[in-house]
Each structure stands twice: as structure tokens, then as C-alpha cells.
């Protein structure tokens, strides 16, 4: 499944470079040819299995069914981030609409 987050391919202390498109992309579609409403569903879906896989790790470690705390620590964090960088973006797409709708038309 793709990242579109780009939190698998971080490793600890490194920050994401800015994302360039390859080929000219037209205003409604990514360089994949995704659009922004598909980016965006993946996004969530993307969160929304960190989450749960976050949650699934929590469950084994309380159960003793897994020992591994640092794995379940990791998913926990990946989960984290993942959902804070969802907040940030929505927080951003609301202040656009805000300063959309104060435009004088």
C-alpha cells in the first residue's frame, strides 16, 4: 500500500523533503493522476490502519500474547503522528475556506 504520509520511509531524526511532481499535473489531479478527493480518502485510510494497528499491538502487549514493547511503542508513535498530521491538514483546508469566504467577490 502506498505511504502517502511518507512515515515508513522516515527514520529517526530525518525530515521529509517538500514532494515535487515528476510530470506537469493538471490543477485537480496529483503527478499520479490522483485527485484531490482520492489523496485525501487515502490519507484517512492510511491513518485509520496505523490506528488500528497501533490498537491491535496495545491489546497483544496487555494480553502477553507479544513482548515486543519497542514495535508496539513504534506503531503507537507512527499512529500519532500520522493522525497530528491529518489535524494539521484539516486545520489548513478550514483556514482556506475561512479566507475564501471573507473574499469580496
Not at 54 to 62: F, H, I, K, N
Request: proline share 6%; aromatic share 4%.
Amino acid at each position: 500500500m502506498p505511504d502517502p504520509l511518507m512515515i515508513n520511509g522516515l527514520q529517526t531524526g530525518q525530515v521529509a523533503g517538500p514532494m515535487r511532481p515528476t510530470t506537469p499535473a493538471g490543477p485537480t489531479t496529483t503527478a499520479d493522476g490522483l485527485s484531490f478527493k482520492d489523496m485525501l480518502l487515502n490519507s484517512l485510510n492510511e491513518v485509520n490502519r496505523l490506528q488500528q494497528e497501533a490498537a491491535a499491538g496495545v491489546d497483544q502487549l496487555m494480553t502477553g500474547q507479544t513482548d515486543d514493547v519497542a514495535g508496539v511503542f513504534s506503531a503507537v508513535r507512527k499512529a500519532d503522528i500520522a493522525f497530528s498530521m491529518l489535524m494539521e491538514m484539516r486545520n489548513k483546508m478550514i483556514e482556506a475556506y475561512q479566507e475564501l469566504q471573507q473574499m469580496r467577490v
